[in-house]
């Protein structure tokens, strides 16, 4: 059985995190969904493009001023904010582009890590790339359409960490 390329960004497992999301101001053009890698600009404010990270997306983009729900990010920058967890700690499962036994050995090294890919709503884990080191890989996971561990190849699911030497609260190298 092969597994299913189904890149549906990031789902925290780690047991109540979702509960300490903190509201965080978004840049202008941020047009994230819940479940996407988030990452901090130079102004502080919430952003797609790959850097520092700050955590991940767990709701849309809403008014400051009217707590409505919106499509994307206000074009004014900080009218919109989303809830995010920015525990550099926590563990979320996500698709990778391929899976090899030896990952979690290969990123333990702060330096050896993967970048984000795809576009919001389908973000994953690009194991050819380490430009941003951005995700550290624990284990392999299950597969969301069969409840069965994925396997060794393309389009796995794993367990990911992010690299705390880029995360925002983590150390700097």
């Not at 925290?12 to 903190?22: M, S």
Request: contains cysteine; aromatic residues 8%.
């Amino acid at each position: 059985m092969a597994n299913t390329d189904l890149a549906q960004s990031f789902r925290i497992i780690t047991p109540g995190a979702e509960k300490h999301a903190v509201k965080w101001p978004c840049a202008s053009s941020y047009a994230g969904k819940p479940g996407d890698a988030v990452f901090i600009d130079s102004n502080g404010r919430a952003t797609a493009t790959a850097g520092i990270t700050l955590g991940i997306q767990v709701s849309t983009p809403y008014s400051v001023a009217t707590l409505a729900v919106e499509t994307t990010a206000s074009a004014t920058a900080g009218a919109s904010e989303i809830l995010l967890v920015v525990d550099p700690n926590v563990e979320f499962v996500g698709q990778i582009s391929t899976f090899a036994v030896t990952d979690p050995y290969t990123t333990r090294s702060s330096a050896a890590c993967y970048d984000v890919a795809g576009s919001a709503g389908a973000y994953y884990i690009n194991a050819a790339a380490s430009t941003n080191d951005t995700f550290k890989i624990v284990r392999v996971a299950e597969e969301v359409a069969t409840g069965k561990q994925s396997e060794v190849g393309a389009y796995a699911k794993v367990v990911a960490r992010f690299n705390p030497v880029v995360h925002f609260l983590g150390s700097i190298a």
